[in-house]
Structure formats: structure tokens, C-alpha cells
């Protein structure tokens, strides 16, 4: 299995530009998260699905929209990017285990944006 | 708002010591997990301990959960230094927080050989 997997791994945009930051995973994870980490603000949660066609909004949605069409793909676009989204992104997948869910994290994407 | 609020948030210690790591919390949980991140890496999970739970083990790890003082406590016995990274603790608040974990800021654990 390879896991979550991100990509690109790295990113520079412009400000006022879209993009797309892409995660997948391959363990059939019912749950899907995406975090951003700013340094000294440990991860502050941007979105979740708990499952295919099921999204919700976390501490910090705005600026950012996501859908997740199949259980392994959940895409976080950015819908015109500023400077103040400059950090390194994390998806994660997690599944219940007796209500409980451990999260399994890819090796994230380091967005400047300019 | 971060949930967790973690201290110290910087511990240096020699190879070998005893490293202790606190979180505290403010909303009831459903169970609290410890994540360690290698420098420009992923998270990894540690260990996760219920609210019905107030101690747990796993190798090298030690995990206590006071529910009633909202804090935990992470031990990492006879430390080494590929034990230095920084280590986040992460509640689950179950309801319809169901699946969300909320992190706190995180410790950076330096050892050094």
C-alpha cells in the first residue's frame, strides 16, 4: 500500500491564483482531512469528509473548497490564493475503530504564495 | 482555537533520560492520541488513549489521561536521539465532532547523543 500520497510536494503561486493540491489514499479510509501547519500553530484543520459525497468545514474553510466524488480522492483547491495561505499542507485519512480514529498522514505540500 | 495547549514547548535532554511531555485540554473528549513529526515530514501516530482509560502503554511510551483536570502526559523512557522531533497531542471530541481531531501546538524534543 502506498498510503496518502500528495502531490506536488512543493508550490509557488502568485497571488490571485488557483490551484489544486491533490490527495489520495489506498486503504479504503472512510474519513479524509485536510490540515494546515503554520509554525508555533501546530495543525489547524481546513476541511473533512466522512465519507464519498460528504464534506464539512473545519477551524479555518475559508478560502479553500473540496469534494470528494470517490473514497480515495479528496482535492483541496484553493480558489484565489493569498499570501496569508502560504504553509505547508496535510492530508490525512483515518477509519473507526470502536469509535475511535487513529489518522494516517501523506508527507504534505509546501505552498508559498507571493 | 487550538484545543490542546502542550508544555514545554521546547525540551532538551541527553540520550538516555526520561522525557515528559504534557497536553491540557478544555472540552470533553472521546479520546486523546499522541502524533510525532520528524523534521519536514508527515505525522506519525503514536498511541491513542480513551476517556475511559488512564494509562496506557506501548514500548517506550507511557500515556496518562486525567479527565477530570482535562491533561495528559506523554513519557518516553530511556530516550534516543532519533527520539528528537516534535510530538502533538490531538483530542477527538466524538458527537458531531466525530472524525475531527483538534491538535495542540506541539513540543520540540531534542536529544542529544
Known amino acids: 500500500n502506498a498510503g496518502v500520497t500528495q502531490t506536488p510536494k512543493f508550490q509557488v503561486l502568485k497571488t490571485g491564483q488557483s490551484m489544486t493540491l491533490q490527495c489520495a489514499q489506498d486503504?479504503?479510509?472512510?474519513?479524509m482531512s485536510w490540515y494546515r501547519q503554520d509554525p508555533g500553530m501546530g495543525l489547524r484543520l481546513i476541511h473533512y469528509?466522512?465519507?464519498?459525497?460528504?464534506?464539512d468545514q473545519g477551524e479555518v474553510p475559508n478560502g479553500y473548497n473540496v469534494s470528494r466524488s470517490t473514497t480515495e480522492d479528496f482535492p483541496l483547491r484553493l480558489l484565489s490564493a493569498a499570501p496569508s495561505q502560504t504553509s505547508v499542507y496535510f492530508c490525512?485519512?483515518?477509519?473507526?475503530?470502536?469509535?475511535?480514529?487513529?489518522?494516517?498522514f501523506g508527507p504534505g505540500t509546501r505552498l508559498t504564495v507571493l | 482555537s487550538q484545543q490542546g495547549e502542550e508544555d514545554p514547548q521546547a525540551l532538551s535532554i541527553q540520550e538516555g533520560e526520561n522525557a515528559t511531555m504534557n497536553c491540557s485540554y478544555k472540552?470533553?473528549?472521546?479520546?486523546l492520541q499522541w502524533y510525532r513529526q520528524n523534521s519536514g515530514r508527515g505525522l506519525v501516530h503514536l498511541i491513542l488513549?480513551?476517556?475511559?482509560?488512564r494509562e496506557k502503554h506501548s514500548g517506550r511510551l507511557r500515556v496518562t489521561l486525567d479527565t477530570s483536570k482535562k491533561s495528559s502526559s506523554l513519557l518516553i523512557t530511556a530516550s534516543r536521539a532519533a527520539d528528537t522531533a516534535s510530538y502533538f497531542c490531538?483530542?477527538?471530541?466524538?458527537?458531531?465532532?466525530?472524525?475531527?481531531?483538534?491538535f495542540g501546538q506541539g513540543t520540540i524534543l531534542t536529544v542529544h547523543p
Open positions: 490531538a483530542t477527538e471530541a466524538g458527537g458531531t465532532s466525530y472524525g475531527k481531531l483538534t
Open positions: 469528509s466522512v465519507g464519498a459525497g460528504i464534506t
Open positions: 488513549i480513551r476517556s475511559n482509560e
Open positions: 486503504m479504503n479510509h472512510e474519513y
Open positions: 472540552t470533553s473528549i472521546n479520546n
Open positions: 490525512a485519512s483515518s477509519y473507526s475503530i470502536q469509535g475511535a480514529n487513529e489518522q494516517f
